[in-house]
């Protein structure tokens, strides 16, 4: 279905949700673009460093020794030439805020993570999405898309869900699991990831 009006979409998500696979068929079912690998993308070029240097700092917040780290030259008694290092964690966080805006400016859009919600809060076609799920369901889909063991995807499971935690925290002053930040929350486990995609489709198409 063709989207009739400029509507952008901010979806927030919980690891194994598959609120990022959601967030595609949505864009794919009302013709909007999807951006996340564009954030990335556009944020490397504006810090003039590599799109892993963004991802590895990407929704989370560095601790002391991280940072200290990452802007060092030496490491392992070895001398590495200095090159332009990545962003800190607010710096990073302002230079997309401002690409998301810009994004959300010129196109229908769904637009994954990075505080997405708190950005545009302000900004009238604006719908906010929050999908989670419990524990096991979400276990089962990263063992599923990273053929790891059911240890190994809860242990990314919940670093997961501590990082975005804090850097949601650190950046907006919210919780960013709680559903008052958001239009409309959703629990995939219960409902299905199609259903879900479904609902979503519909509830955006109501508005």
Request: hydrophobic residues 40%; glycine residues 6%.
């Amino acid at each position: 279905m063709k989207q009739k009006k400029q509507l952008v979409v901010t979806i927030s998500r919980q690891l194994g949700s598959g609120g990022a696979y959601i967030g595609t068929q949505i864009a794919k079912k009302m013709d909007m673009m999807y951006a996340d690998r564009e954030i990335i993308s556009e944020a490397a070029k504006k810090f003039s460093v590599g799109e892993a240097d963004i991802v590895s700092c990407d929704e989370r917040i560095l601790s002391f020794w991280q940072s200290l780290l990452k802007a060092s030259p030496f490491t392992q008694d070895l001398y590495v030439p200095p090159r332009m290092k990545a962003p800190g964690d607010h710096e990073l966080f302002e230079a997309e805020a401002e690409i998301i805006r810009c994004f959300a400016r010129k196109h229908s859009a769904v637009i994954i993570g990075r505080c997405g919600f708190h950005v545009l809060r302000k900004m009238k076609n604006h719908v906010s999405l929050f999908f989670y799920a419990g524990t096991e369901f979400r276990i089962s889909r990263i063992q599923e898309i990273y053929d790891v063991s059911p240890e190994a995807a809860a242990t990314m499971i919940a670093r997961s869900d501590r990082e975005r935690s804090a850097y949601c925290k650190s950046i907006t002053g919210k919780d960013w699991a709680d559903a008052r930040n958001y239009h409309l929350s959703i629990d995939t486990a219960r409902a299905g990831i199609e259903k879900t995609v479904e609902l979503t489709a519909d509830y955006l198409e109501s508005i």
